[in-house]
């Protein structure tokens, strides 16, 4: 099953087997992991869960769609060129060693 | 800080409320208390994935069973609070056991509004608010031939979208003339009714049910009191909600629509205050106040006030309020609270499928609905968080760079 690590603002680190399908924000909400608020539940309509995806690994991620894109200009901490909503980023298997760093705040 | 707080209400506040303290340091007992059996859940995919079948029981919970033990949550399940002892400074359950607090806050939510209708109790008349209702509801769903929704609101209107999804009949009858006319401006209205019209679902505006009508004990059909009857195996009713104040109100505490606060979130008991669809409060956002919101972004940042008041950083409560509806391929995304307004700008068009409703009572922006323009959406919470407006002239200017306005203001 491919892995995804959360990096916390403090950087404490999770390690989490996310299944094909589920979304990296679902597996860490499943998993209760600090960090993630994700409020709306998934709908990208709160801008609540996001993340930073590690640079050279962007291009293994889902392309993003204009909801995604505009909800980011919405995020609490500064978005950055590595921005993402993990609602949006369901697993694939390219993703598996996926590292994502969180934000200091969601809310 | 220490002491233990005792929350009432496990939904979408109550639980923040928990996780909040815990988050920002609380080193004191945090219970929480909900009347129904699972662990606490999140309400508004209900309505939307859960019931479409798309997510199972497991994403629909706030958190894990262990997050709880983890975090120093002491959760009762199950058990409602019969009543409040405020001179004690302690809460009864039904099982006559007493839970003492240093601080209480009232998080208890709101419940379906159920009419007086001949017929009510009859088996297929069905309710969309709590997890239970929501498992009969799919079950019904699943083998319904003719839908009936009372009440074209949110809810209403999601439930519709899904059925339809699923190739059901859908009518829906409406007292008032349009719908969500309670939320949104008429263009809206407009917009979702043909939306609605077009993927197959039947509307009777202006009417009013007479009657649910059955046989065996089974729902048969709606008579409305134009004279129609309507076949009917499932009748879904969404007409509102009304807020659980009755705890409060025993209590001695002041009750208008919801329990009432101050700014603050506290009730005229210094040790109990009250968030969420429970909660009366003024707005700094609203031309009328006080107001009682029943949005999970309302639930959820009256949490983090309270938590952070607890936890020895009052501030008075600010946050802009905003929520959300999904209804088959629709979005709809309202920042602000428009109640009282007076005129509607368009930016976009409601022929092109996407647009957004800037709703002013003079010069005075009070809110914003965009429709399938979430880049909208987002701009307007950062503009209306940092206090700031544009003009009518500049909503209706297409030319006009909101982003760059909005985007130049710290995120809100």
Sequence with gaps: MPRVTYVSYDGKSTTLDVPLGTSVMQAAVLHGIDGIVAECGGSCMCATCHVYVRDDQLKLTPEMELGEDAMLDGTASPRRPNSRLSCQLVMTPQMDGLVVDMPETQT | ?412
């Design chain 2, 1 to 412: 800080m220490t002491g233990r707080v005792v929350i009432v209400g496990a939904g979408h506040g109550g639980f923040q409320l928990a996780a909040s303290l815990r988050q920002h340091g609380f080193d004191g007992a945090v219970v929480l208390i909900g009347n129904e059996p699972h662990l606490p859940y999140q309400r508004p995919p209900l309505s939307k994935d859960y019931l479409d079948g798309k997510i199972g029981l497991d994403l629909l919970l706030m958190r894990p069973e262990t997050f709880f033990a983890e975090h120093r949550i002491e959760l009762v399940s199950g058990h409602p609070v019969a009543e409040i002892d405020r001179a004690a400074k302690s809460v009864i359950l039904s099982t006559k056991a007493r839970i003492d607090y240093d601080h209480l806050v009232l998080a208890t939510g709101a419940r379906n509004r159920v009419p007086p209708l001949p017929g009510i109790e009859l088996d297929g008349v069905c309710y969309l608010r709590s997890l239970a209702e929501t498992e009969v509801l799919k079950e019904r769903l699943a083998a319904a031939e003719h839908c009936v929704v009372v009440g074209a609101g949110f809810i209403g209107l999601e439930f519709a979208a899904i059925a339809r999804g699923k190739g059901k009949p859908v009518h829906i009858v409406e007292l008032t003339e349009r719908v969500m006319g309670r939320v949104v401006c008429p263009e809206t209205s407009a917009y979702f009714g043909e939306a609605h019209r077009k993927s197959g679902v039947e509307f009777s505006f202006g009417v009013r049910v007479a009657r649910i009508g059955g046989e065996g004990g089974r729902v048969t059909h709606v008579a409305l009191d134009d004279g129609r009857s309507l076949p009917a195996d499932l009748v879904l009713i969404s007409i509102g909600v009304v807020p659980n104040e009755e705890l409060a109100a025993v209590a001695g505490l002041k009750v208008e629509n919801g329990i009432a606060i101050d700014e603050n979130l506290l009730t005229a008991d210094p040790a109990i205050s009250a968030i969420g669809d429970c909660a009366s409060f003024p707005s700094r956002h609203s031309l009328k106040n006080p107001v009682r919101l029943e949005a999970v972004q309302n639930a959820a940042d009256h949490a983090r006030c309270v938590a952070d008041r607890i936890l020895g950083k009052p501030a008075p409560y600010a946050a802009l309020p905003w929520f959300w509806s999904e209804q088959g391929a629709q979005r709809l995304q309202i920042v602000g609270l428009t109640g009282g307004f007076q005129e509607v700008v368009l930016r976009g068009s409601p022929e092109s499928g996407e647009y957004s409703a800037f709703c002013y009572a003079g010069d005075r922006l009070l809110g914003i609905e965009s429709i399938n323009r979430p880049a909208d959406h987002a701009f307007a919470r950062r503009l209306m968080a940092a206090g700031r407006s544009v003009t009518q002239a500049q909503a209706a200017d297409l030319s006009f760079d909101l982003r760059a306005d909005a985007m130049a203001r710290p995120a809100g």
